[in-house]
Nanobody
Framework: QVQLVESGGGLAQPGGSLMLSCVAPGITFPRYTMAWYRQSPGRQREFVARIATGGRANYADSVQGRFTISRDNAKNTVYLQMTSLKPEDTAVYYC?????????WGQGTQVTVSA
């Protein structure tokens, strides 16, 4: 069973920055489309950002221009650089890896944006 491992969450002030990391052990990482999702209390899990195997990225409108997704295929790792954080970015952030029928998730990392 593949288990992705997220890290880098924590407390940030509004306007601050955090970088999330997600390691995906045991998979042929370059084949996978990697993505970040988030879920806040009382809301459904929502898409945040995705990076394809060739490096093309796309973002939710709510984070466009503030968040940047990147990947390091040599380290089996995907990153999410978050800047200009807002209180509404508070959520548990999840990493996912998808290729054909394979669909793997991590346990999530909490991000809290508060003064």
């Amino acid at each position: 069973q593949v288990q992705l491992v997220e890290s880098g969450g924590g407390l940030a002030q509004p306007g601050g920055s955090l970088m999330l990391s997600c390691v995906a052990p045991g998979i042929t990482f370059p084949r996978y489309t990697m993505a970040w999702y988030r879920q806040s209390p009382g809301r459904q899990r929502e898409f945040v950002a995705r990076i394809a195997t060739g490096g093309r990225a796309n973002y939710a409108d709510s984070v466009q221009g503030r968040f940047t997704i990147s990947r390091d295929n040599a380290k089996n790792t995907v990153y999410l650089q978050m800047t200009s954080l807002k209180p509404e970015d508070t959520a548990v952030y999840y990493c996912s890896a998808r290729w054909e029928l394979a669909d793997y998730w991590g346990q999530g990392t909490q991000v809290t944006v508060s003064a």
